[in-house]
């Protein structure tokens, strides 16, 4: 049905000058239906009109040749009224509230149900008001781009971000962030700070914010409330803990991971307790936060080639060999295994420079490469032991190692060494997934 | 009797059985609760962009909505945790093909809608909805009804207790699919809704895919009434009570037009308060226990003046359409259990002092004014009778329009206000289907055949009578017995089967799979066994659970030949010579009964018949 030239469709519409939002007449061959140009959707047949009838519903009409369409009136401009922002409190505290793209706050278009971003204070403001109960929101749009393509690139420009509202003065900050990569992201805003005065708080929305049933606002106001009245100076996650409305899990840095495609309840803390709840009435800490520094001091960055693989029955040493740049996480299996024949592979990376570390697609546990003879062929081989990091947050943390240490001995110290909460020596018993509270 | 004036128009919501609308799972109703979710929902933004700051503080403060569910009837689509799947293409061929016996035109496109409700029986806060066809009629007595629209929308998720704080669903009904269809507003009589609402009914079950049962089918009534007001009625689920529903609501609104004259002439609108008044210290030693219970929960009790109303609100015993029950029912919409009112006092243990004690705390006259009573949480006390007082004054003008639900004995009562124009926008989340040429002219082929047209096959073709005819044609097992006679079976052996036989056995509580059935109804054609065997065939197999074959075998039914059976009827009829001779053929029912005794189930009871009356025939 597609072809080079515009479709029947786009034709009969551009006869009389008719765009999405006009009030138009459709004459077919028996029939006569009114309503409002529609905007096609991605998948509607190109020869389809689709209109908005007066009922509310939209339907879509093949239309060809010999069909006729009158324009009624035009749709005009959205009436315009720029929402106000809320008045200033000013014994509130102030947090920066740093946009990366993702509908946590948007707009309905009502002419065309098209979805548009809240993007300055003022839609902000319209778009979630309970959020301004507990702060003094400072909202700024860092970059807008859906969280899957994010690089590293990004991590640093949002460390930029967080450095200077720490040094406007707020007292904690707010990033609304995709889902998909947010706990990649959380990891790097732990490794990009020697000292923070205040929380950085990431959050996300597992429906978006054009919908009653959305959990936009609630995890929003949750971060808000995080960031504006804990005295905290490390990086968190804040999420729906459960299904329900009720809870919200506050998650450490480098153990928080998407664990759910679509569920509100998606983030987890995996070997680790969540550092807290957040309720309507309180925030309870199930751990002790970080105290905040006095200042805010920058660490390292985040400019270094690093590979991710997983392992798998049948992986070949192509496949190693292509993710290597100057480090490669491996997501091993089990314990932290590649097949054996490729230890062989993995010691000429290693003697080639290639920093490589063993991480377990296990999830949960340890890496321990010295129960069996392939874990201990791969640590010969040079291989680093990832110990219980999750192969996303040594991933992170293997480029930040590598991009802020003088030498490769140095990048491997600063990959081994606990930066925050990302790894520990001691595994409790948080599997499968222990009650929150 | 067409009454030109009398305008009414119906909506009819049938569930259908084709798997949910927008996951896959079955469209059962269960009562299991493997988790229980809260949730709250949160209007959305206006057109301008901007959530509304008073619906939004309503919201807030309002209620809780919990969800229980169980996996075996609802997955995370239902729970809102996962996005819908795409729009189920058999409940879209169900809708087409209603379309195509009503000569609708259908979309070409069928886009999906979300229109937004925020009661909390969707667990998204909207219902999903999309347009399906426009246009088409029905034929009735009173000549053609045209049809405005057909959608397929979800069905809302069911409520299990409701509360003033709190509101309780299941899942198990959310997103079964709901065939919508609206007439014109073109019926004049109370009979022509019903057979209106027939004969739609009667085409979506022709389709052999919708839901039977209570609640499967739910009927919208939309009545003008002349010098009344439009009046939606919600939620009929019995047909035969739909007359009533028209007579009652056209009752109704004449009651409270002549209510209206009466009214202006004691009283006018001016006279009415403000607002209502806290009374609670009247009540501070009272005996009713309803009173004494709220004011023990933190409560109050609040009064509504109401000067010249004495005498107008009615009592239950005069009559079903009195303004007290009306003022109850705005009360109710926000939140109060119900209202006291003077025309029914003293009672509930409200003491003659306590309502003297009232009207001195009003200002009023206890021999012209009334007052009704609230005794609830202080803020549902308030806004109750709040509304119960904008529902006064618009006694003065006559009826109001409104949403009613109908009650199970053809009464009604207010719900709320008649809906604006939805609030719909595109589902995002459902890519939109296409209908082609080529799906719509399959769905034209093998439209299904209406009950009359199958009664008539069935008594022209199969020579069933009348009456088998219609029971099997109006069956939802007509497509079973179709079948069965395609397999060869004989059609009255069919009809029995399905009419008569299997019901009995499942009576009995053995289930009889359609599967069973035709295996028995099969052996019997070959020759397994007699008609008159078939139930205890069933019945063996259903309650042992054996193959037809093996059940057979266990009755101690298996293949008998006419020779074999010649003789045992001579044996019989031997041992019985003496009878024989002395009453001839007169014998003959007192030796067909042993003889069927012994051959019962294995040989036809005609085929006994004759070889008994050989034998007694060659022995006279």
């Known amino acids: 049905m597609s072809t080079d030239q515009a479709s029947s469709a786009d034709q009969l519409l551009a006869s009389v000058d008719a765009e999405p939002g006009d009030r138009v007449r459709v004459h077919r061959d028996e029939d006569t239906l009114e309503g409002r140009v529609m905007p096609r959707h991605g998948f509607s047949d190109p020869d389809v009109v689709v209109l908005k009838l007066d009922s509310g519903y939209n339907i879509g009409l093949r239309v060809d040749e010999g069909d006729e369409v009158e324009r009624l009136e035009t749709g005009g401009e959205a009436p315009e009224q720029p929402p106000a922002m809320p008045d200033d409190v000013d014994e509130l505290p102030t947090v920066a509230l740093l946009g990366t793209g993702g509908t946590i706050a948007s707009f309905v278009e009502y002419r065309t149900g098209a979805v548009h971003p809240a993007t300055s204070p003022e839609e902000l403001a319209a778009a979630v008001p309970e959020a301004f109960e507990h702060a003094r929101l400072d909202p700024e749009v860092v970059f807008e781009a859906f969280s899957e393509d994010l690089t590293p690139d990004h991590w640093s420009q949002l460390a930029d971000a967080v450095e200077a509202a720490f040094e406007r003065g707020v007292e904690g900050v707010v990033v609304t962030h995709g889902t998909d990569t947010m706990h990649y992201t959380a990891m790097a805003l732990e490794l990009a700070f020697d000292e923070l005065p205040g929380p950085v708080v990431l959050v996300g929305a597992q429906r978006s914010s054009d919908r009653p049933s959305s959990d936009a606002a609630t995890n929003l106001t949750s971060a808000v409330r995080v960031a504006a009245e804990t005295d905290a100076g490390e990086a968190m996650v804040v999420m729906h803990e459960g299904m329900s409305d009720e809870t919200w899990a506050i998650h450490a840095a480098g153990r928080a991971r998407k664990m759910h495609t679509s569920r509100r309840d998606a983030f987890q803390s995996l070997d680790h307790r969540p550092l807290g709840v957040v309720t309507d009435d309180a925030i309870e800490w199930n751990v002790e936060p970080r105290e905040p520094a006095d200042r805010v001091q920058r660490s390292g960055s985040f400019d270094a080639d690093v590979g991710l693989v997983h392992s798998y029955p049948g992986i070949d040493a192509d496949e190693i060999r292509a993710a290597a740049r100057d480090g490669l996480v491996v997501a091993g299996t089990g314990l932290g295994h590649l097949p054996s024949h490729l230890a062989e592979d993995v010691d000429e990376l290693t003697d080639e420079g290639t920093l490589v570390a063993m991480a377990s697609q296990c999830l949960n546990g340890r890496t321990n490469m010295h129960v069996y003879e392939t874990g201990r062929q791969l640590v010969e081989a040079g291989a680093i032991e990832a110990g219980d990091m999750l192969p996303e947050t040594a991933y992170v943390k293997l480029v930040w190692a590598l991009a802020t240490a003088d030498d490769p001995d140095e990048a491997r110290e600063l990959f081994r060494q606990p930066q925050g909460r990302e790894q520990s020596p001691r595994t409790g018993f948080y599997y499968p997934r222990e009650e929150a509270r | ?620």
């Open chain 2, 1 to 620: 009797m067409s009454d030109p004036d009398l305008v009414c128009g119906l909506e009819i919501h049938q569930q259908l059985d084709t798997g949910k609308l927008f996951c896959d799972c079955p469209t059962e109703l269960d009562e299991r609760e493997e988790v229980t979710i809260t949730r709250r929902l949160r209007p959305t933004q206006s057109e301008m962009g901007e959530v509304d700051r008073a619906a939004l503080a309503e919201a807030r403060k309002g209620r809780d909505f919990s969800y229980e569910a169980s996996s075996a009837t609802a997955c995370l689509v239902e729970a809102d945790e996962e996005p819908p799947h795409a729009l189920n293409q058999q409940a879209l061929d169900v809708a087409l093909t209603i379309a195509a016996m009503t000569d609708a035109r259908p979309a070409d496109e069928v886009h999906t809608m979300r229109k937004i409700v925020i009661d909390g029986s969707n667990t998204t806060g909207f219902q999903r909805t999309a347009l399906v066809a426009k246009g088409g009629s029905i034929e009735i007595s009173e000549g053609e009804i045209e049809l405005e629209a057909m959608a397929l929308e979800e069905d809302a998720a069911r409520i299990m207790q409701r509360g003033s704080r709190q509101a309780r669903y299941r899942l198990d009904r959310l997103g079964i699919p709901l065939v919508e269809i609206a007439t014109a507003p073109q019926l004049h009589s109370p009979e022509a809704v019903r057979e209106a609402a027939q004969r739609i009914g009667t085409m979506i079950r022709a389709t052999g895919q919708a839901k039977r049962g209570l609640g499967t089918i739910r009927q919208d009534l939309n009545i003008s009434v002349p010098e009344g007001a439009r009046v939606e009625i919600k939620g009929v689920q019995d047909l035969d009570l739909l007359p009533t529903y028209v007579e009652q609501e056209q009752q109704r609104q004449r009651t409270f037009v002549e209510l209206a004259d009466r009214l202006s002439k004691t009283t006018s609108p001016e006279a009415l308060p403000e607002g209502p008044v806290d009374v609670s210290d009247v009540f501070e030693h009272t005996d009713s226990s309803v009173v004494e219970d709220a004011l023990a929960a933190d409560g109050e009790v609040w009064a509504l003046a109401l000067p010249g109303f004495d005498g107008h609100l009615g009592t239950r015993e005069e009559t079903d359409h009195r303004l007290g029950r009306e003022l109850a029912g705005y009360a109710r919409s926000q939140g109060a259990s119900g209202l006291f009112h003077t025309d029914e006092l003293p009672a509930y243990g409200i003491t003659e002092h306590e309502i003297g004690q009232v009207h001195e705390a009003l200002g009023t006259d206890p021999d012209e004014d009334a007052f009704c009573l609230v005794a609830a949480d202080p803020d549902i006390a308030q806004r109750s009778l709040e509304a119960a007082l904008e529902r006064a004054h618009t006694a003065f003008e006559g009826v109001p329009e409104e949403t009613r639900e109908a009650l199970e004995n053809g009464l009604t009562r207010y719900l709320r206000p008649l809906p604006g124009s939805a609030r719909m926008y595109p589902e995002t989340d459902v890519p939109p289907a296409t209908i082609d040429p080529d799906r719509m002219a399959a769905i034209e082929a093998g439209l299904p055949e209406l009950p009359e047209e199958k009664q008539a096959r069935y008594q022209e073709e199969l020579e069933l009578n009348e009456e088998i005819a219609a029971a099997l044609a109006t069956s939802e097992h007509a497509g079973l017995f179709d079948d069965l006679v395609a397999e060869g079976a004989e059609a009255s052996v069919a009809a029995s089967s399905v009419l008569q036989i299997r019901p009995q056995v499942e009576d009995e509580g053995h289930e009889v799979p359609d599967e069973l059935l035709r295996e028995a109804v099969s052996a019997l054609t070959d020759g397994a066994f007699t008609k008159d065997a078939l139930e205890d065939v069933l019945l063996e197999a259903a309650r042992e659970g054996l193959a037809i074959e093996d059940a057979v075998e266990e009755l101690g039914l298996g293949g008998v030949s006419e020779d074999e059976a010649r003789e045992i009827v001579e044996g019989i009829v031997d041992d019985n010579a003496e009878m024989v001779e002395n009453q001839g053929m007169g014998a003959m029912g007192a030796l067909m009964g042993q003889a069927m005794g012994e051959l019962k189930g294995k040989l036809e009871g005609e085929t006994v018949n004759r070889l008994v009356r050989e034998a007694i025939q060659e022995r006279i």
